[in-house]
């Protein structure tokens, strides 16, 4: 079974500080990983997506997220938080095989604040 | 393109009413979806639909119906609403499944049920 648990529910951080979002997830066979955005009153956005190809997948607005098999593990990172980050980050989990297959799986939420 | 669209923004229905939630996209994705988003759960998979005629159930299929007779437009049905039915609700569409393909997102459809 696929499940995902992001570790904070909220993360605070001052402009120009690095940002980490912490993701860790289940799935019984390989998993392709997700890191989705949404902003106040809007629908989600793609960030970055990890298909079993590079560890580290590179994103969109400066995001990038590792993929570590060992500790089953895909936290988001950006270098410097700008104002126009804060929004509420989702990690998603799906399987490419199985019942469940095409699936996504999403953990509860992020809530990123950034401070002037 | 317009992307992913929902009709109403908004809607309060009471227990017992029915509804039909619209969502059409124009970019020709044959996979679309119906997620609820409630505080604290992200999203759950209610519905999805590989192509035009095939639709299945998500985690959270019970209470609501759905039907894909064209590429375009995939309805969502409330056939008697109860207030657990309260929630933000999602379309989402892709050329071939959520994970060859970025997902889009329509902006949602905030529904309470008295």
């Known amino acids: 079974a696929q499940s995902v648990t992001q570790l904070d529910s909220h993360v605070s951080v001052s402009e120009g500080t690095p940002v980490l979002l912490r993701c860790n997830y289940s799935s019984s066979y390989s998993p392709s990983l997700f890191w989705y955005v949404q902003h106040p009153n809007k629908g989600l956005q793609l960030l970055l997506k990890y298909t079993s190809a590079a560890t580290l997948v590179k994103g969109i607005n400066g995001f990038e997220a590792e993929f570590k098999k060992s500790e089953t593990s895909f936290h988001l990172t950006k270098p410097s938080a700008h104002m126009s980050d804060a929004a509420e980050y989702f990690c998603v989990v799906s399987s490419d095989r199985g019942s469940t297959l095409g699936r996504l799986y999403f953990g509860r939420g992020t809530q990123l604040t950034v401070w002037p | 393109n317009a992307g992913v669209t929902q009709t109403p923004k908004f809607q309060v229905l009471k227990t017992g009413q029915s509804m039909t939630l619209q969502c059409a996209q124009d970019m020709n994705h044959e996979y679309m979806s119906w997620y609820r988003q409630d505080p604290g759960m992200g999203l759950r998979l209610i519905h999805y639909?590989?192509?035009?005629?095939?639709?299945d159930q998500g985690e959270v299929p019970n209470g609501y119906n759905v039907s894909r007779s064209t590429t375009e437009d995939f309805p969502l049905r409330l056939l008697s609403a109860a207030p657990s039915q309260t929630s933000v609700y999602f379309c989402?569409?892709?050329?071939?499944?959520?994970?060859?393909?970025?997902?889009?997102f329509g902006p949602g459809t905030r529904l309470t049920v008295l």
């Open positions: 639909s590989v192509g035009a005629g095939i639709t």
């Open positions: 989402a569409s892709s050329y071939s499944g959520p994970i060859q393909g970025e997902q889009f």
